[in-house]
């Protein structure tokens, strides 16, 4: 019902494409940096804003909780349902309002501003282009000729290590993760600029193209430096590539 009730009122799209940080089609508009945040191809106006620094997890309209992987530590994930649209909660960021009828995305004011943007960049920003009418898929994505093909995978099978041996091949990497697509007119819509690898697997040295972030725990963060990041147009869904574990070598 929320999801129904929200999409038909998310606020309507700028018309064309703006400049400025864009992610998932959206045109963010922040007070702060977005560090992962691609360069322009926006369309819909998104507004993300500090929350207040002392808000507790809703008494009602608990949905669901869950672990999340890739963290050093053990982070729970929670969702609320609330008017309007919904509040994501972890154990180790906090508080996430996602009000998909006004398109405003509140995060919790916090000095770790990468982990704080990493949070964002899944579930939150997946609510308000799912409000929209779109998809979230778990798979990397990659440009090949304009389009877009997508590396789809569980955990741990190799979507982020493809995507960036596609990158040092000249191949632009869309998503590394999370995958937005817009069914009925079979586009992909980019997400973050960056490709966290495992420890196990980076040489040490950023591939060209990249910079070094952050590390975290088993994961080291890489990304374009500003202004070469691409744009978060929408690109045409070419191909869907399904990877599974080889039986031998």
């Known amino acids: 019902r929320a999801r129904t009730r929200a999409r038909a009122r998310l606020p309507q799209p700028l018309g064309t494409a703006v400049s400025g940080p864009a992610l998932f089609g959206f045109a963010l508009d922040a007070p702060f940096p977005l560090r992962f945040a691609r360069d322009g191809g926006g369309v819909e106006r998104l507004t993300i804003r500090e929350g207040p ?13 869950w672990p999340l992987q890739g963290s050093e530590q053990e982070v729970i994930a929670g969702l609320y349902e609330r008017p309007g649209g919904f509040e ?4 180790d960021a906090g508080r996430f309002a996602v009000d998909v009828e006004r398109g405003v995305i509140e995060v919790p004011p916090m000095d770790d501003v990468i982990l704080r943007e990493q949070r964002l960049n899944g579930i939150p920003l997946a609510l308000a282009y799912t409000a929209r009418g779109d998809i979230a898929l778990h798979a990397a994505a990659v ?10 995978a569980p955990s741990r099978f190799g979507k982020t290590t493809l995507a960036m041996a596609f ?16 069914v009925g007119t079979r586009e992909v819509l980019p997400g973050p600029a960056v490709i966290r690898l495992r420890a196990d ?4 040295s950023p591939p060209a193209g990249l910079e070094e972030v952050a590390r975290r725990g088993e994961r080291v963060f890489l990304s374009p430096p500003v202004g070469q990041r691409g744009s978060a147009a929408a690109r045409r869904l070419k191909a869907i590539v399904f990877l599974r574990e080889a039986e031998s070598i």
Do not use: C, K
Not at 143 to 152: K, R
């Open 53 to 65: 620094a002392n808000a507790t997890p809703p008494e009602s309209g608990f949905l669901v909780e």
């Open 88 to 91: 994501y909660w972890t154990t």
């Open 143 to 152: 440009e090949i000729d304009g389009g877009a093909v997508l590396l789809a």
């Open 167 to 182: 990158h040092a091949q000249d191949y632009a990497m869309l998503a590394e993760d999370l995958v937005a697509v817009r």
């Open 201 to 204: 697997v980076y040489s040490g």
